[in-house]
């Protein structure tokens, strides 16, 4: 970015609705100014499915950034996520038909455009085509072929898409609490923007953030995205199982497995707790009890995400995994994964942020922090598109197109 401005997010989970607003300086760093954090009410699996209840969450939570920052919020990058995303892989082509060959940046915007030709269905709403790797006179994998010379130019391009409905009943919440929407963001790949390394995703990697109502999977190898998924299981599911399993209600089997949850075999605290826990309001269970029920349903949603990639495609995910969400603070989550899947395993948590951000430094403030990443990254694209000629004017139509399709 030319100069320090402000940005804002909402990630509306689930179980929490995170607005952050941060100072977005040089080289993608970011100040942070306000975080709002509340507990989300009319949310299922990621999903609108109380209008009212979504909405005031996500008020209450606006409005504690904006009295940590004292400003305004005004627009912001919305994490999206649910079952109704699919994505499919799609190429495009076109000719380089002037006397010198030289691909411009216009090309590449021609190219993509071509991949886009199919036809979106009316209750589909495209959300990102992401080139994923160009190739030039049928020599793949150029990563930028601005500058360089040929007849042919191919793209083959990650395209995802939502239920229209689904994130019209999201916008309708964020714009009720009187916000403007810049963009629409699949949460993966907010996650992905905080917590990977550019190693990583060269290697190949695949990001799982196991949140409350859905475990988002991101895979990227070549350094470019591969394939991307939801499944709406995470870790509402495992406090069901406890409360369910132990007989407990709700709130209690929350409260013991965050104290307590762990997928490891052997507990290593003191005799007495190992066999013994009990909650200040009188509730008791073992610990052996609890953390059985807690390593099963972990063990299934580390081999669903296994299950993205076939079997015999693990090896071209050497970086391995990579966990974010507030259900990857389960103690030992990381062990049992490599047992599992014969991969390194990691929780990646945001880093490089700076400012009112005690809290974000934990798995599940990574798409929170991602959305942000992001649109500073969107925003020096647009830069260097105005840089390339294409100027304010043609930007000010596609921001204003933009807010079109969103409304
Ligand atoms: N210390 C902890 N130990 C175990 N589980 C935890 C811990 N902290 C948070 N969780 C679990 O993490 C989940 C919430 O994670 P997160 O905040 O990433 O979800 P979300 O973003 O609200 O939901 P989603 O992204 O699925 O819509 C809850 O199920 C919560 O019980
Ligand atoms: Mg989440």
């Known amino acids: 970015m030319a100069k320090s401005e402000i940005i804002s997010c ?9 607005s952050i607003m941060a100072n977005a300086g040089h080289g993608g760093s970011l100040q942070v100014l306000g975080v709002g954090v509340t507990h989300t009410r009319g949310l299922h699996k990621g999903l609108v499915v109380n209008i009212t209840e979504a909405r005031e969450s996500i008020r209450a939570s606006v409005r504690r950034a904006e009295q940590a920052s004292g400003l305004k919020m005004e627009s912001v990058y919305v994490g999206v996520t649910g079952r109704h995303i699919t994505s499919l892989n799609k190429k495009g082509v076109v000719s380089i038909s002037r006397g010198d060959r030289l691909v411009r940046p216009d090309d590449l915007k021609r190219v993509l455009r071509s ?10 709403k495209l959300l990102h085509v992401i080139p994923r790797g160009y190739a030039l006179d049928g020599q793949v994998g150029v990563k930028n072929p601005v500058g360089m010379h040929g007849f042919r130019l191919d793209v083959e391009t990650h395209v995802i898409t939502a239920a229209v409905t689904s994130v019209q009943n999201l916008v309708k919440c964020i714009r009720g609490a009187n916000i403007d929407i810049e963009d629409l963001v699949l949460e993966p790949l907010a996650s992905a923007e905080a917590v990977l390394r550019p190693d990583e995703r060269d290697a190949g990697v695949i990001l799982a953030d196991i949140g ?7 895979i990227f190898k070549n350094g470019s995205i591969w394939h991307t998924a939801i499944l709406p299981v995470a870790g509402y599911q495992i406090t069901r199982d406890i409360a369910i399993g132990l007989g407990l209600p709700f709130d209690v089997a929350e409260q013991m497995k965050r104290k307590y949850g762990s997928v490891m075999h052997v507990y290593d605290g003191a005799e007495e707790e190992a066999t013994n826990l009990s909650m200040e309001n009188g509730y008791g269970i073992s610990y052996q009890d609890l953390n059985e029920i807690v390593r099963a349903r972990v ?5 669903l995400i296994a299950l993205e990639l076939p079997s015999d495609y693990l090896k071209e995910v050497p970086a391995g995994l990579v966990l974010t969400g507030g259900t990857a603070n389960l103690r030992g989550i990381e062990t049992l994964g490599q047992e599992l899947l014969g991969l390194p395993v990691r929780v990646g948590v945001p880093t490089g942020v700076y400012g009112i951000a005690d809290i974000l430094p934990d798995p599940a403030y990574a798409t929170g922090v991602g959305l942000l990443l992001w649109g500073i990254r969107r925003h020096d694209g647009e830069q260097n598109w105005q840089a390339s000629g294409l100027g304010e004017t043609v930007r ?3 921001v204003r197109m933009r807010k079109l399709v969103l409304h």
């Open 212 to 218: 409350g109502g859905t475990t988002d999977i991101a």
């Open 10 to 18: 909402i990630d509306v989970g689930t179980t929490k609705v995170c």
């Open 299 to 303: 063990e299934e949603i580390l081999k």
């Open 396 to 398: 000010r139509l596609v």
């Open 115 to 124: 991949a886009r030709t199919f036809t979106v269905p009316t209750d589909r």
